[in-house]
């Protein structure tokens, strides 16, 4: 069976810091793979995607970045984060069917103070 | 521009009725249209989709409606059980992707 990890569950770090979220997922080839950001009293809201290694479509401008060095890795970085990049941040799989749905992972809570 | 409009007030229900929640968008058309479930501080679990050419989707105690006339779907749970306590998304392709609404609270109090 297929399973997604995300870590790490929880993270504080200080304005100005870099991040590096890391995503793996096991029992598929080739997957979709996604990265959402939910605020708090908001939607999910789409941050990256990928059909491929190495080919990422970014949603939303902003100081984050994402990667994707392996079929089954998926790296969201920020090289200095802000107050406002918190949020609890989700990772997501999908196979490349159209209306397949999304397997997401356990999120990880990010606080920047 | 695009809405995907739910419930923001939580909805409580005694323990054994039918909880409906309901989902509307705007300028979309979506081809399918999905419902998750999210409990606190976990990612959304993938519940049931159901296609633009479907009227009626069932999975257990749960029931799904898709209007594409109004714009609607609609999302039941029967016989609610406090374990059906949880936040429900639904969510719509357009453009290609996924889009999610902002979710409705469901409170089953025994």
């Known amino acids: 069976s297929q399973t997604i990890h995300q870590w790490p569950a929880t993270l504080v770090q200080p304005v100005g810091s870099p991040l590096s979220l890391e995503c793996t997922v096991e029992g598929t080839s080739n997957p979709n793979l996604y990265w959402y950001r939910q605020a708090a009293g908001r939607g999910l809201q789409l941050l990256f995607y990928s059909v491929g290694i190495g080919q990422i479509s970014s949603e939303v401008p902003q100081n984050l970045s994402a990667s994707r060095p392996q079929d089954r890795q998926f790296i969201l970085s920020s090289k200095k984060l802000l107050l406002s990049d918190s949020g609890f941040y989700l990772c997501?799989?999908?196979?490349?069917?159209?209306?397949?749905?999304?397997?997401f992972g356990n999120g990880t809570r990010l606080t920047v103070t | 521009s695009q809405k995907i409009e739910q419930n923001s007030e939580a909805l409580n229900i005694q323990e054994g009725k039918t909880a409906t929640l309901t989902c509307n968008y705007t300028n979309y058309s979506p081809a399918y249209l999905q419902w998750y479930r999210q409990d606190p501080g976990r990612g959304p679990v993938f519940l049931l989709l159901i296609r633009e050419n479907e009227k009626e989707k069932r999975k257990e105690r749960l029931k799904v409606t898709f209007d594409t006339t109004l714009k609607q779907s609609l999302f039941h749970i029967t016989a609610s059980q406090p374990a059906d306590s949880a936040t429900y998304l639904c969510?719509?392709?357009?453009?290609?992707?996924?889009?999610f609404g902002k979710g409705n609270q469901v409170v089953v109090i025994p």
């Open positions: 969510a719509l392709e357009g453009n290609n992707r996924l889009a």
């Open positions: 997501a799989w999908s196979s490349w069917t159209g209306d397949s749905p999304l397997h």
